[in-house]
């Protein structure tokens, strides 16, 4: 279609502005919080709203229960010639502390920053409500202009992400069929900057494991043992410090076999960038990578893999002293994949690792997670074009393809369970203080994000 | 003496067993648990109960109330030629799980060991009451036959020594030329087995520290910032396990320069023992020594210092996995100490040692207790020969002078603040499942305990 052709939804779009926001302050008022058992009712509200939204829009919405919060599933069927899946979800983070909130964090408003911009701010506001609704009411539009969409759309809420989405993989199991679809679309990603889209092509897969080092059958008196008896603390510590060489490799055996180097040009335009190790940690309050002393940051946190320790407890933790030599310690593990590394295959190499490192009256303990592979959608694919193209038409500015050194497990479920690619897509900005008290959305992330979607859809129907 | 001037008060012994058991058996019926203010009252009446019995033996005695517990001093002045200053305790552990204790912890009974031994069961029999008896039921004996004591003695009884003993120094520094005396005898610690009697005459020092190393100003998603953000928990394992070379050395600077190496003829006796790490560590489960590899396992756990971490912590120790990479990290880790060593000394070496293995970005931050030095009865001593020649005519076998690898911090207060060397002599054994359900004292240990205190304070009078 051309520009021309497309005004008409785009100016219904920036007509529609304030419906869009009231609709959006609707759903923001609804608390949402999916881990905390009080808010069970607000989260059925939450996917009650959202479905009745989608019914409007001319959907076939249907609220799944589950043994959690519910799933809501709404498709259009016009036989249109292709079909997008979008997810997103209607829960929220909770809200403490509470205290640090301007205003309440489910009573939204419009705020403005330091330095002008305007937003919209309440728990949700970015985090995925405000993102959610950029993609409905680009539906919207093309509804109120052409009473038709451009594409058949199956749209998968779930309300259970900011808790781990417990339910989703058995859903996505026993839906499989009805949730098939050509493409997904994911809004719950950021600009790269407040001028300059971004489009998540690759994302990190995940390992995680706990590691427990058994030493006595007992919690030891330290100055009756202290000396002689092997202090478990000193054996995973000893793990843990060899897992990494000076240079920042990780010195698991294998462990780089199957990691690809990145093509010429992705590096090129990584380089390009000039993101500078001490730019990139400053905001955290570092200055250092401790990542492989050989590489550019960016790689370090998209295309290089990790090994990093969650969680370390073991022995006596409470104010004080306790002289003690514990009978065990613990190390939360995980590792983050890319390429064609493979969980299993990692997990022996570790295991071997820490064999080799175990004293003769030791035991390693380890518990597994399922683990999940990295995702990446081939740089060649048409789709990203499709959407690159469209991004670029809006924003002005062509978007940054990149890796994501996160994991999104539905990703890697939907590619496993649906064989559909991804393409995550989202207008949140770096200073959007998400999962945090005053959360917001800038008003031009809702605005430009809807029309946003208006062209990615209408080049998406021309594929 | 002649041991023939000794028979009657050592008689009196033998024929009052049964009044002493049964004023052991009203000791351990007040439920004197230091660490539950529950229990404050039990405290006050276990206080009252001895300081009693001590004004029946013909002593001045005074509770001095605390800020927690009352301290019991009692005192003789009859002008004898020497004094003794014999501390002990009253207070008892808690008695949880209740459901492993056979009877009641505060309803004393007798019992018999599997082997046929006999034993008084419940809580406190051993720790301390039954050993703070035997010294008592000494002086009686004494007094029954000969109206005075031999040597001049001050009882210092405290009920805080289960927990931490937070007042004590206070009230010596405060109390100190009452507590003056030429010698400490404690009798809270063990015999070397069944038949051999034990002297503890030394006890290694401790220093502790609680040490974190801070990271980032907050907890990190380990996808966006894993593989360039350093980890507070991998910089603490490398401080970890750099502390200790593969041969279980400590590889602090200066670690050993004060450490001394015992006479040939103490080297001698323990090799004597043939005590092997295997068969030392066989009890709680383990088999190989950590320690340092070129030396006996006994000088491993009293003659030689020790790094040792008591406890660790940091990041998501919670259920499941939270993919962070943790702002910071606390390890909390104890020295113990020998010979010269000095705490201030052994800091300044730990935190160079720090110091040089924290990336510019992070800090290392100390929470450093005050530390003791080790404490060490000269071998030469005169009253050490007194008391093991005593030992040795009550058991009929030499007993073993022994260093403990333990630290009991009223030792060296009563060095630093009143100048005085202390005697360690008890009758506990390893089955007496101190602290534990079902804590039993051996009929022996009380009978021949209170035997052995007669001969020493008679031994002692001659010197």
Known sequence: MAATE????????DAGLDGALARLFDFLRIPSISTDPAHASACRSAADWVAGELEALGFTAVVHPTAGHPVVVARTDTGASRRVLFYGHY????????????????EPRLGTTPDGRRTIVGRGACDDKGQVLTFLEALRAFRSTRGALPVDVTVLLEGEEECGSPNLPGFLAAHAGELSADLALVCDTGMWDQRTPSITSSLRGILHTELTIEGADRDLHSGLFGGAARNPIHVLATILADAHDADGRVT????????REPPAEVRARWQALGLTAEAFLKPVGLSVSAGESDRLVIEQIQSRPTFEVNGMFGGYTGAGTKTIIPARATAKISFRLVADQDPAKLRAGFETFVAARVPADCR??????????AFLVPPESPDLGHAAGALEAEWGVAPVTIGSGGSIPVVGQFKDRLGVDTLLIGFALDDDRVHSPNEKYDLTSFHKGTRSWVRILDALSHA
Not at 252 to 257: A, E, K, N, Q, S
Not at 366 to 373: K, L, N, S, T, V
């Open 252 to 259: 698991l055996p294998g462990f780089y076999d199957d990691v």
């Open 6 to 13: 497309l005004d008409p939804v785009l100016k219904a779009v």
């Open 91 to 106: 829960d929220v983070q909770p809200v403490d502390p509470l205290n640090l909130w301007e205003t309440p964090p489910f």
């Open 364 to 373: 390693a303990v380890f518990h597994w997670g399922e683990g999940a592979r």
